[in-house]
């Protein structure tokens, strides 16, 4: 089964740069490419009825309109790129979810319309990332590209949420053709003595190295073409040290929830700081569902 890769398209900065990065993605799987724009009912929600009991609104043609225009762009600079173009009753964000569950790659812009001015990551692309049933790449509009030429990166701590990230960010590497770099951010050292301060570096060298070997075996296993690096680093958090280490890459792969994540809480502190800060398009890992 060709799986598409499906953006959501709404006209805005943000969803425009996704779609660049969304017909990239599709011409390296060789995967058609699919444009959807979520449009909801006139009356919208609030009112004291619901608005779909009179019927599904029709689609807007100033966004077919906008749609079409986008995908003939597309064509004409990617070529051997097939794409489809349509537009869906409901919300944008539920849209893509549901879409997702078809898709091989979902690629969502950071704010779309209407998203309040200095929020990083919109409500869609935060619900998107959250529940989508295959990876989904965030796309900010000033780091639409990230450095192509980058290494893809993945955050590691040993959970089974960084695994899925890593084995997903190593396909990406190879569909690229760029090294696999494994992070692991391990904390800044506190003030100690120096004997104290000797033996505490020792033992956290000792544990990166095990994770990293450990996280390197798994990823060498299933892709045994990839280029792979490890690299661990030392930042007040785990979040900064990724955020820090994205200026280098083309894109940063995380896991939904990684090691002390809240039970249930789908998308985690540090995968939400880095879509809001990273330097570059940020996959968020999800096994196909």
């Given at each position: 089964?060709?799986?598409p890769?499906?953006v959501?398209?709404d006209?805005?900065?943000?969803?425009l740069?996704a779609?660049e990065q969304?017909?990239?993605?599709a011409v390296?799987?060789g995967?058609?490419?699919?444009l959807?724009?979520?449009?909801l009912h006139?009356?919208?929600?609030?009112?004291?009825?619901?608005?779909?009991?009179?019927g599904v609104p029709a689609p807007?043609e100033?966004?077919?309109?906008?749609?079409?225009?986008t995908?003939?762009?597309l064509?004409?600079?990617?070529?051997?790129?097939?794409?489809?173009?349509?537009?869906v009753?409901?919300?944008?964000?539920?849209?893509?979810v549901?879409?997702?569950?078809r898709?091989d790659?979902v690629v969502?812009?950071?704010?779309?319309?209407?998203?309040?001015?200095g929020?990083?990551?919109?409500?869609?692309?935060?619900?998107v990332?959250?529940?989508a049933h295959?990876?989904?790449l965030?796309?900010r509009p000033?780091?639409p590209?990230?450095?192509p030429?980058?290494?893809?990166?993945?955050g590691v701590?040993?959970?089974?949420?960084?695994?899925?990230?890593a084995?997903q960010?190593?396909a990406?590497?190879v569909?690229?053709?760029v090294p696999?770099v494994?992070v692991?951010v391990?904390?800044?050292?506190p003030?100690?003595?120096?004997?104290?301060a000797?033996?505490?570096?020792a033992?956290?060298?000792?544990?990166?190295?095990?994770?990293?070997a450990?996280?390197?075996a798994?990823?060498?296993?299933d892709h045994?073409?990839?280029?792979l690096?490890e690299?661990?680093?030392r930042?007040v958090?785990?979040a900064?040290?990724?955020?820090?280490v994205?200026?280098?890459a083309s894109v940063?792969?995380?896991?939904?929830?990684g090691?002390g994540?809240?039970?249930g809480?789908?998308?985690?502190?540090?995968?939400?700081a880095v879509l809001?800060?990273?330097?570059c398009?940020?996959?968020?890992a999800h096994p196909?569902r």
């Amino acid at each position: 089964m060709n799986r598409p890769v499906v953006v959501g398209v709404d006209g805005s900065p943000a969803s425009l740069a996704a779609t660049e990065q969304a017909a990239h993605a599709a011409v390296l799987r060789g995967a058609p490419l699919h444009l959807v724009h979520g449009y909801l009912h006139p009356l919208g929600y609030g009112v004291p009825l619901n608005p779909y009991d009179l019927g599904v609104p029709a689609p807007s043609e100033e966004a077919q309109r906008m749609l079409e225009r986008t995908a003939a762009e597309l064509t004409e600079r990617w070529s051997g790129l097939t794409v489809q173009a349509r537009q869906v009753a409901g919300g944008a964000g539920a849209t893509l979810v549901e879409e997702s569950r078809r898709a091989d790659l979902v690629v969502v812009g950071s704010r779309g319309l209407g998203g309040f001015a200095g929020l990083l990551l919109g409500s869609v692309g935060a619900q998107v990332a959250a529940h989508a049933h295959c990876p989904v790449l965030v796309v900010r509009p000033d780091t639409p590209a990230g450095r192509p030429d980058g290494p893809v990166l993945v955050g590691v701590d040993g959970s089974p949420a960084a695994g899925v990230a890593a084995d997903q960010a190593a396909a990406e590497a190879v569909r690229r053709g760029v090294p696999l770099v494994l992070v692991h951010v391990g904390p800044t050292p506190p003030e100690r003595d120096e004997t104290e301060a000797e033996q505490a570096e020792a033992a956290y060298r000792a544990h990166a190295v095990r994770l990293l070997a450990e996280a390197s075996a798994a990823v060498r296993a299933d892709h045994p073409d990839v280029v792979l690096r490890e690299h661990p680093v030392r930042a007040v958090g785990v979040a900064q040290g990724l955020v820090e280490v994205s200026a280098t890459a083309s894109v940063l792969a995380v896991g939904t929830r990684g090691r002390g994540g809240f039970t249930g809480l789908l998308l985690g502190s540090v995968s939400q700081a880095v879509l809001q800060h990273a330097h570059c398009p940020v996959l968020v890992a999800h096994p196909y569902r």
